[in-house]
């Protein structure tokens, strides 16, 4: 049972094939970098959870907010 990874499952989540390939790149570069081991078919999964290209925007955040806080313990 295999899923297809045309982009008629990806349809209607950027305006264009062009977007949704670098939204797609954004966020295995992202868990790549954030040591997360992660596949083609999980960064398309993870796309489709998320359409919303700005939720790449929020990981970051609250990965800085986590790092701000582990900072703040360590000094305590």
């Given at each position: 049972?295999?899923?297809?990874?045309?982009?008629e499952?990806?349809?209607?989540?950027?305006?264009?094939?062009?977007?949704l390939?670098?939204?797609?790149?954004?966020?295995?570069?992202?868990?790549?970098?954030?040591?997360?081991?992660?596949?083609l078919?999980?960064?398309?999964?993870?796309?489709?959870?998320h359409?919303?290209?700005?939720?790449?925007?929020e990981?970051?955040?609250?990965?800085?907010?986590?790092?701000?806080?582990?900072?703040?313990e360590?000094?305590?």
């Amino acid at each position: 049972m295999t899923k297809s990874l045309t982009n008629e499952n990806l349809k209607g989540i950027c305006n264009s094939n062009f977007e949704l390939a670098h939204y797609a790149i954004a966020m295995g570069r992202y868990f790549i970098e954030s040591g997360r081991e992660v596949s083609l078919s999980e960064v398309l999964k993870e796309v489709r959870r998320h359409p919303d290209p700005n939720y790449l925007e929020e990981l970051k955040e609250i990965d800085k907010q986590i790092v701000k806080e582990e900072a703040q313990e360590e000094r305590t």
